[in-house]
């Protein structure tokens, strides 16, 4: 019997190794077929997801670093959902989903403007997605804009819209409201109706200005879904589809109330770095989405920052900032392009929640950026994918021209395209150049890597090529090198920092993995400039508060200093107590 003992230890280890091979063949077929899900199937699992949330069992789903290496290598997603910016209404939240699994466009209201139908016509063509979600909300902002505007129509004097795009971002749910009030239905009743109406109508008017996804639609591999997200409960109510309604008349916009007061800049992103950096130590979220949460967003929402980002389902904001409802105000369309309601939302987001952080955020191996880059003049396109691709290319050809090929290339283009962005932005709108000076709001580019999960926080292209400023009380500036970047505005110096491009901190973030993003209640003012959140350093841009001691440095305010002297002082204990022994 002894003898057997080996041939019986080969044997379980051929056994061993035969199951394990079994196993992986058997995820090898699973997963493309988990990828080719039927839109009923999609469906499914999107109502699953939002009975947990809504049930406030949602399951923590897998963020760490072999999930996002994985997803650098392509996306999957499952589901496309075409939802508003408003911070209450996070589509990765809501349905449970984690990386990879939705493929989200997100703009003020929904719209559907050439923008966003090419995305949802891109994630259908090139990566299978078989449902697109139309999920409108309770509470939309956009829409009781929309509602009032018609009302204000009749006035013999309205007042003027405060911008062209948000005008014309509100005339895209005009015909809602306009078919909903054939009902004479009137208060809460009224808007809710307008709500969903607009939901069916986005789905109509998708598929009506796009060939490509009603021909996909006609061999059942798509379907579009609108849908209606109730804020307090968390349920998500499915609608039926409307027929198409008539072309709506033009109507005056009502004035709207002055900016709220919001967290300064600075804070708000050192919130988002300290969420990042949560994210990143693949630790259980911190995000509130509580049933208390989504009661006190019943009354309304004020978001800590704008982030406007590419529809691809490796990039969620929520998850990599570690946010929960109601903390950001999220715009997402196919290579983060800035279209009229693109910028409309984003105006809304600063002027009308009091958002103090614009965050243009690109990101490694974008599929839009590389499909530009592949020129696509001489290419069969649908009108939409062409006006998108169109956007992008600016930024393309700025990279070809240092010479980029390939990936490098694409990489280059991201940059250029997120600096270009904020540019585009700041330059188109008075009303964010107005914030801007008032120093209300800053405006960031940055690229998020897939693989690594690091965000680079990259210079604003409109910066002057200047010398460094002086540094501010407490910080030591460190020195210029000849052909070294210049250092960064406001008085934060940049330093490399694994490749990133990344401020020097003012004092060491000593309390930055205990601190949550969680805006504060609604109706509650931000702190002016609280202490105990103002850890790490801004990225350039960001204004910061004067000094009140009138910029006079102290050394021993610096901890670098402080503790160089206690080491010291220790070697010297410690060597006085040898000889003592000796």
């Known amino acids: 019997m002894p003898a057997a003992e080996p041939d019986d230890r080969e044997t379980h280890s051929m056994a061993c ?12 077929i699973a997963a493309p077929l988990a990828a080719q899900r039927t839109p009923d199937e999609a469906l499914r699992a999107l109502q699953d997801g939002n009975r947990r949330f809504a049930a406030d069992r ?70 299978s997605v078989p449902l697109c979600v139309v999920l409108g909300h309770e509470g939309c902002d956009a829409v009781a804009a929309a509602v009032a505007q018609v009302a204000a129509a009749g006035q013999e004097h309205p007042e003027p819209a405060p911008s062209a795009v ?52 006609r061999v059942g591999r798509f379907k579009m879904v609108p849908a209606r997200y109730h804020l307090l409960s968390g349920e998500v109510e499915w609608l039926p589809n409307r027929p198409l309604p008539a072309e709506p008349a033009s109507a005056a916009l009502r004035a709207l109330p002055p900016v709220p007061v919001a967290a300064p800049p600075h804070v708000a992103l050192r919130l988002l770095q300290a969420g990042h950096r949560r994210f990143l130590g693949d630790g259980l979220p911190a995000g509130d989405l509580s049933v208390t949460r989504r009661e006190q967003l019943t009354h309304g ?21 570690d946010a929960g409802l109601g903390e950001l105000c999220v715009i997402r369309v196919a290579g983060n392009a800035l279209n009229d309601h693109v910028l409309a ?39 939409n994918l062409r006006a998108l691709l169109a956007r992008l290319e600016p930024p393309v050809e700025k990279a070809r021209r240092g010479g980029a090929t390939g990936q490098a290339l694409v990489d280059l283009a991201v940059r250029a395209n997120v600096q270009r962005v904020v540019v585009e932005a700041r330059s188109r709108s008075a ?18 890597d897939l693989a690594s999960g690091e965000i680079v926080w990259l ?16 910080e030591s500036a460190p020195p210029r090198h000849a052909g070294s970047a210049p250092q960064e505005k406001h008085g934060a110096a940049t330093a490399p920092q694994h490749g990133r491009e990344v401020p020097v901190p003012q004092q060491p973030p000593a309390n930055d993995e205990d601190l949550t993003v969680v805006a504060p209640p609604p109706g509650a003012d931000h702190p002016a400039d609280p202490a105990a959140e103002d850890h790490g350093a801004p990225a350039a841009g960001v ?40």
């Open 459 to 474: 210079k604003d292209a409109a910066e002057p090529e200047a010398a460094p400023p002086p540094a501010p009380a407490g």
């Open 58 to 127: 949602s399951v923590p789903q897998p963020l760490g670093e072999g999930v996002r290496r994985t997803l650098a290598r392509g996306q999957s997603p499952f589901a496309i959902v075409l939802c508003c910016a408003d911070s209450r209404v996070v589509p990765e939240h809501v349905f449970n989903a984690g990386l990879g699994e939705l493929f989200v466009i997100r703009v003020a209201g929904h719209a559907a403007d050439p923008e966003t139908i090419a995305s949802i016509e891109y994630a259908v063509d090139h990566l």
């Open 301 to 321: 929402e004020r978001p800590l920052a704008i982030v406007l980002c590419c529809a691809d389902s490796r990039v969620a904001p929520e998850h990599l900032f």
């Open 431 to 448: 009303i964010l150049r107005d914030l801007e000076q008032q120093g209300r709001l800053a405006m960031l580019p940055a690229v998020y």
């Open 543 to 582: 204004p910061e508060p004067a000094d009140p001691t009138g910029g006079a440095a102290s050394p021993w305010r610096d901890p670098i200093l402080v503790v160089g002297l206690g080491g010291v002082a220790s070697l010297l204990l410690a060597a006085l107590v040898a000889v003592l022994k000796k």
């Open 17 to 28: 190794t035969t199951q394990k091979a079994l196993a992986w063949l058997a995820i090898a």
């Open 166 to 217: 948000l005008q014309g971002l509100l005339e895209q749910i005009e015909p809602a409201v306009r078919k909903v009030q054939k009902r004479e239905l009137a208060g809460a009743e009224l808007t809710d109706a307008c709500e969903e109406e607009h939901a069916q109508l986005t789905v109509t008017e998708c598929l009506r200005r796009s060939p490509l996804l009603r021909r996909f639609a």
């Open 345 to 383: 939302s984003i105006e809304r987001g600063a002027r009308d929640l009091g958002a103090s952080l614009l965050v243009v955020l690109g990101h490694t191996r974008c599929g839009a950026v590389a499909a530009a880059a592949e020129h696509p003049e001489g290419q069969q396109l649908t009108p």
